[in-house]
């Protein structure tokens, strides 16, 4: 077994809790990558060893039952019965030591959402999270400065070299080596060294580079399907600061310790969250005296976020690899509901004021009012600031092979020996973080390709 990694290993004496220097340094296009549409919308990709679970907030949740039913339905994928999907996530939960939050690492801020959910009668749950020795120290997305969390680098790699697999990093594959129809292997580059190319031939390989990398090396390599590239999606993402009389401390506690799964089928996920004040400042319609007096506010501040599903949207990669992507109506209305209900929630846990980031909104509004506010702005995307690090389907997997690149076995249509593992094969989005839905698929595969040695 060879696994070849685009980026380097990332050591605990590496990170930085300065969030800018960490996507200057571990991010593809240092942090400045975006889906471009109707919106900009920033989207960020690690490029290290265990790729986004080295700086993302653990954060592990099962798919829902409407969606696996979408999945087998809709998609063909019939071996996705409930109960083989439970056999797979229970396996690779046990293997990553998910457990819940702990109460004595929530902080405030958790705590404050979860006080919210509480008096709406909504249900916040601790996140389900593949960590160990949590101190709270919210630096997951500038990662973890404890080494409790079980990353990729760190639960996952270890046991590929136990079992006498190999390990490359710095070497970004650019093209899949074939012989006729069947892939034999890849071929890449070493990364700071300018000519220096490698070679691994296999007789299986696996193309797991992301669901944004992934169809451009299937495509560089002479593969050609109608659906390599299309169907992207996204989840879109918001924020709101929810400002308290008495200090919150936010940058102490998990980074995202809660989280109200209720209007999930809805397409519609709140949670909490740690951003720190630099990243925030991009979400805050404000410059100048009133930036810095928000900012200087950040001490008394809960920040919280929605995902959305983003099931009515829809883009693709173009030549230049670029993601092209349109929130749509559906989504539009989805993001403005749950940034209400996020404002719902801090007026339930005693807030002061609200903060939306909403474009054309006061910057602060009265926690009394600011659900009823957002539920008044026009339906127009470019008032939304999102973000959204949930990439999906641009080779998605399903059983008509007009409409997919992959068939339900993870092969790539049209090839030999070829195979898709990333969130790229998601045929729609997984409405919820899709970092242990992606393990699930992956204990699937390999059981697939243990079937064929």
Request: charged content about 25%; aromatic content about 6%.
């Amino acid at each position: 077994m060879v696994l070849l990694e685009a980026g380097p290993v990332v050591r605990p004496h590496e990170m930085n809790e300065e969030a800018g220097l960490t996507l200057a340094k571990h991010f593809f296009e240092n942090g400045l990558r975006v889906a471009r549409g109707n919106i900009y919308m920033p989207t960020l990709q690690a490029r290290v060893l265990g790729g986004g679970s080295v700086f993302n907030c653990a954060i592990c949740a099962r798919m829902t039952d409407k969606t696996l039913t979408e999945w087998r339905v809709e998609h063909g994928l019939d071996w996705l019965t409930t109960d083989e999907a439970s056999r797979h996530y229970r396996a690779v939960e046990d293997l990553m030591g998910l457990r819940p939050t702990e109460a004595e690492v929530m902080g405030e801020r958790n705590r404050l959402f979860r006080k919210g959910c509480d008096a709406l009668g909504w249900r916040a749950d601790p996140v389900l999270r593949n960590t160990s020795g949590c101190r709270g120290s919210a630096q997951c997305f500038t990662g973890c400065p404890n080494g409790a969390k079980a990353s990729m680098d760190r639960r996952g790699i270890p046991e590929l070299l136990d079992a006498g697999g190999t390990v490359y990093t710095s070497v970004p594959v650019n093209r899949l080596l074939r012989r006729g129809a069947k892939v034999v292997g890849v071929e890449g580059s070493v990364a700071g060294r300018p000519g220096c190319s490698v070679e691994v031939r296999a007789p299986v390989t696996v193309l797991a580079a992301g669901a944004l990398a992934s169809p451009l090396i299937a495509r560089a390599s002479g593969i050609e399907h109608g659906a390599l590239g299309a169907g992207l999606r996204f989840h879109p993402g918001a924020s709101v600061l929810a400002l308290f009389d008495h200090e919150v401390a936010p940058w102490v506690g998990a980074s995202q310790g809660y989280h109200c799964l209720d209007f999930c089928d809805e397409g519609i996920k709140l949670e909490t969250l740690w951003a720190t004040p630099e990243l925030m400042s991009f979400r805050i319609p404000s410059a100048g005296p009133e930036l810095s007096a928000l900012l200087g506010e950040y001490p008394r501040a809960a920040v919280w976020d929605v995902i959305i599903s983003g099931e009515d949207s829809v883009g693709h990669i173009d030549r230049f690899g670029r993601a092209r992507y349109d929130v749509a109506l559906g989504d539009v209305r989805r993001m403005r509901d749950g940034m209400a209900k996020l404002a719902e929630i801090a007026r339930a846990a005693g807030a002061r004021e609200v903060v939306s980031g909403l474009r054309g909104v006061p910057a602060r509004l009265p926690a009394d009012s600011a659900a009823e506010v957002i539920r008044q702005v026009p339906l127009e995307v470019t008032r939304f600031p999102m973000a959204s690090n949930h990439v999906f389907g641009t080779m998605a997997m399903g059983a008509d092979p007009e409409r997919y690149a992959i068939d339900a076995s993870f092969a790539v249509r049209g090839t030999e020996g070829l195979f898709a593992c990333d969130t790229g094969i998601m045929p729609s989005s997984p409405r919820v973080n899709p970092m242990l839905t992606m393990w699930a698929l992956s204990h699937r595969l390999a059981e697939v390709l243990a079937d064929r040695s």
